[in-house]
Nanobody
Framework: VQLQASGGGLVQPGGSLRLSCAAS????????VGWFRQAPGKEREAVSC????????KYVASVKGRFTMTRDNDENTVYLEMNSLKPEDSAVYSC??????????????????????WGQGTLVTVSS
């Protein structure tokens, strides 16, 4: 059972990156999933999350309109498309799974208390 974030790197301000959160050993579509980030010297903060079934999403105010979270159930992967990147977006980005449901929809939460299984992160650096 593994959850692995990838796709980070160095990008100039205004650039774009797409992060992937791939699951192995379990089916990601039955879980709420959150993306979180932690910059050096700062606390971890929620970036976005996606519901089970409805694929509705939530975003922290600082990334709304710039970041988009999606699911690809065939790939057992969740993505975070990041556009118009700013230096303050630099951080280690991690994904985590929250609540499980086989049939009913579950609304996701931006509270990290709702997430119990965390994958390793990927570093995003926005700099000229």
């Amino acid at each position: 059972v593994q959850l692995q974030a990838s796709g980070g790197g160095l990008v100039q301000p205004g650039g774009s990156l797409r992060l992937s959160c791939a699951a192995s050993g379990f089916t990601l579509e039955y879980y709420t999933v959150g993306w979180f980030r932690q910059a050096p010297g700062k606390e971890r903060e929620a970036v976005s999350c996606i519901d089970v079934r409805t694929t509705s999403t939530k975003y922290v105010a600082s990334v709304k309109g710039r970041f988009t979270m999606t699911r690809d159930n065939d790939e057992n992967t969740v993505y975070l498309e990041m556009n118009s990147l700013k230096p303050e977006d630099s951080a280690v980005y991690s994904c985590a799974t929250g609540h499980f449901s086989l049939a009913s929809s579950i609304e996701c939460s931006l509270s990290e208390d709702e997430y119990s299984y965390w994958g390793q992160g990927t570093l995003v650096t926005v700099s000229s």
